[in-house]
T-cell receptor, first 116, second 111 residues
């Protein structure tokens, strides 16, 4: 089945220790998104890739970086995690909307990050 | 900026109808969405409505849109225990552009 996979499902890191979260997709979608979701809050878009073009949200801290080495994979790097970065991180994909209408995003199950 | 509001929790008895409500602030929203998240799984698109529509029905689901009041609702008829999940309202301009999500409403169905 075509899907969006996130690894690991649970990640524990120490304060200030860099951490990388991984997302892969078998849908061959050209757009990939990273969201941060804290408890009882809405998923917040951090950035997205349109093909290889990186699009950062204006309020995303510099501490968060991303890489997309190919269509299938996208990584979220947190350079120096703080306690406030503990959250669920969601990866999503969609197909280019040109010629289409609505934006259906396909989500992975998320990685829950704990910062000690 | 855009804002999407939902109540956090709703409890209904099996067989009753559920109504989940949502308000949004961006009057230029073109598409309004409902996503469903089951435990341990990612969000999944349940249905959507184009902004020039008032209502959309799909089997047990009815979406109502009041564009004047910027109010969206999702009605689930004959609610089943399998409908227990978190339901997210979202809005966006369409295409691959940014979609703004609400906080999600956790629906609990009591047998």
């Amino acid at each position: 089945d075509a899907m969006v996979i996130q690894n690991p499902r649970y990640q524990v890191t120490q304060f200030g220790k860099p951490v990388t979260l991984s997302c892969s997709q078998t849908l061959n979608h050209n757009v990939m998104y990273w969201y941060q979701q804290k408890s009882s809050q809405a998923p917040k878009l951090l950035f997205h890739y349109y093909d290889k073009d990186f699009n950062n949200e204006a309020d995303t801290p510099d501490n968060f970086q991303s890489r997309r080495p190919n269509t299938s994979f996208c990584f979220l790097d947190i350079r120096s995690p703080g306690l406030g970065d503990a959250a669920m991180y969601l990866c999503a994909t969609s197909r280019d909307g040109r010629g289409l209408s609505y934006n259906e995003q396909f989500f992975g199950p998320g990685t829950r990050l704990t910062v000690l | 900026g855009e804002d999407v509001e939902q109540s956090l929790f709703l409890s209904v008895r099996e067989g009753d109808s559920s109504v989940i409500n949502c308000t949004y602030t961006d009057s230029s929203s073109t598409y309004l969405y409902w996503y469903k998240q089951e435990p341990g799984a990612g969000l999944q698109l349940l249905t959507y409505i184009f902004s020039n529509m008032d209502m959309k029905q799909d089997q047990r689901l009815t979406v109502l849109l009041n564009k004047k009041d910027k109010h969206l609702s999702l009605r689930i008829a004959d609610t089943q225990t399998g409908d227990s999940a978190i339901y997210f309202c979202a809005e966006g301009p369409g295409g691959y552009q940014k979609v703004t999500f609400g906080t999600g409403t956790k629906l609990q169905v009591i047998p």
